[in-house]
């Protein structure tokens, strides 16, 4: 079969798994094409993402004019073009310009035209023979950071980048919007093809330093891509895993005969950082993502509450709720907030233990974190420090009752406190979030009556109505369930310890 460009775009992308498997295609992602050419590759991921937000970065004339054609050809309608050469500064700079032909061409296919870089060339001349480089003209040049400033981006899904040696100057000229990238594909090579330009370990190292991890690499000896994930973004650690574990047991396979200690050594510090997740999930790797994602969900829970939210935002339709979660104690353990974070939502988290509310920094940075607790005043009170932080308390009643139980005090602390309306109003533009977690060991009815349940409420509340009990045998808070039912909730489920409240008048449709 002839090789087209009707063939190059519709067969499917070298990452298309990867992609599918990391973003909901109908979502309105923001996309990349950073040296797109002709536009193929943008035509392609229209069609993959037809939600999506894209941009055609190409600075050639020549190209600029068929990339135009393409996408009026394909009918794109969602490709906005960006007439210019991404680097570290902006300015002019000069452009050299490629052309030429492999011998014998008989398809509908310019290989001439897609090697050109702000770079001069050098082993490309050795190594293909054919290319040219016969012309050097000016080109605008701007940076990421200032395009995504002028076009209002608050972040980026993607990046496809394809630049010929010029990778790090764009990398670069992001400045701290890089760590708004969540995953980038890029050209990397092996061989100085472009005078100056950064190989593969220093691209790799680069990466590395800005936290971005690699989960895909097909450079072999001359040039290749590479996959990363921003690992401090919102996407899923499970993705991350499952990709990380596609990735190496391919370099195995690859590279059976060849020293694999580095990679070995690399993989198991990834493991080593993200252990909690993998005791939870390993189960999940034997399976392929298509059916962990069809058949299963995650929940970081004590009894699946949050999957139980989950479902009645979504039948709601709202698909990123606020959270406020009080009392939420470890940002992924136990907690009914991490599921709603790690889909890109975001929220509250009050937490007074000081130990513990660092967890909180370090994982939860889009969120609002607080090393505060919640009362019916104003003031800096005594916490009680209990022997199991679960069961830290402001309440010297409970604190008591738990060391009846066998849980000591550990120690008792002044800690700072606040009224939930005073957060709302300071902290959150006085807008209460969509959901409501709460634990807070013996204060959770005081909290809940100092909502306003005519101006400003939560629309769906889980809160802790069982008494701790070390055989079982704990006595249902109905104080509580009857005074949500009188202020217009609904009680939607009941784990045992936690009862999963809804605002009728949003569940119920007349």
């Known amino acids: 079969m002839t090789f087209t460009r009707d063939t190059y775009i519709n067969s499917p992308s070298p990452i298309e798994y990867e992609l599918r498997l990391i973003f909901d295609i109908q979502k ?13 590759d943008s035509i392609k991921y229209s069609k993959v993402f037809p939600s999506a937000r894209i941009f055609a970065v190409e600075a050639l004339p020549s190209n600029l004019s068929l990339l135009k054609e393409n996408l009026n050809k394909y009918s794109v309608k969602n490709v906005e073009i960006l007439p210019f050469a991404l680097s570290d500064e902006a300015g002019i700079c000069n452009f050299h310009v490629s052309s030429g032909q492999l011998e014998d061409k008989k398809e509908d296919w310019d290989y001439g035209n897609k090697s050109s870089s702000l770079l001069a060339p050098t082993e490309n001349l050795d190594i293909f023979p054919w290319l040219k480089f016969s012309n050097i003209i000016s080109v605008e040049t701007n940076t990421l950071y200032n395009v995504c400033i002028e076009k209002d981006i608050s972040s980026i899904d993607f990046v496809h980048m394809d630049v010929q040696g010029a990778e790090l100057k764009i990398l ?3 400045g701290k919007f890089i760590k708004k ?30 936290a971005f991890i690699k989960v895909k690499d097909t450079v072999g000896d001359v040039s290749g891509d590479q ?22 047991s391919q370099k195995i396979r690859n590279h059976i005969n060849r ?8 993989f198991l510090l ?17 399976y392929p993502a298509s059916q962990i994602r069809k058949y299963s969900q995650i929940s970081h829970s004590q009894c699946g ?25 470890d940002p992924e353990y136990l907690n009914n907030t991490a599921t709603f974070y790690l889909s890109g939502s975001i929220g509250i988290n009050i937490e007074p233990d000081p130990i513990l509310f660092k967890k909180f920094l370090n994982t939860r940075k889009r969120d609002l974190n607080l090393n505060i607790g919640v009362a019916d005043t ?16 402001f309440s010297k009643i409970e604190a008591d009752k738990y060391v009846e139980f066998g849980y000591p005090i550990v120690s008792i602390g002044k800690i700072k406190v606040d009224k939930l309306h005073n957060i709302i109003k300071t902290q959150w533009n006085n807008s209460f979030p969509d959901f409501l977690s709460l634990d807070v060991e013996g204060l959770d009815e005081t909290i809940l009556k100092s909502i306003d349940y005519e101006k400003n409420y939560p629309i769906v509340i889980c809160v802790e109505t069982m008494s701790f009990s070390k055989n079982g045998n704990g006595v249902k808070n109905k104080s509580i369930i009857e005074f949500l039912e009188n202020n217009g909730y609904l009680v939607y489920a009941d784990t045992y310890i936690n009862t999963i409240f809804v605002r009728k008048d949003r569940w119920i449709r007349t």
């Open 28 to 40: 309105p992602l923001v996309i990349f094409d950073i040296g797109s050419c002709e536009g193929e």
């Open 172 to 174: 670069k000229g992001a």
């Open 181 to 210: 990238i969540k995953l980038i594909w890029l050209e990397v090579e092996a061989l100085e093809l472009y005078k100056d330009q950064p190989l593969k370990k220093e691209i790799e190292e680069f990466m590395r330093e800005n």
């Open 227 to 248: 996959l990363y994930i921003n690992s401090e973004s919102s996407l899923s650690k499970i993705t991350l895993m499952q990709l990380l574990l596609n990735l190496y």
């Open 259 to 266: 020293s694999i200690k580095p990679k070995i050594e690399e």
């Open 270 to 286: 990834i493991i080593k950082s993200n252990l909690s997740y993998i005791k939870r999930e390993i189960k999940q790797w034997f």
């Open 305 to 329: 509450e949050d999957l139980i939210v989950k479902f009645i935002f979504d039948n709601l339709g709202i698909q990123h709720p606020s959270y406020i979660d009080i009392g939420a104690h």
């Open 378 to 393: 104003v003031d800096v009170i005594d916490f009680y420090f209990m022997s199991s932080p679960t069961l830290n308390t």
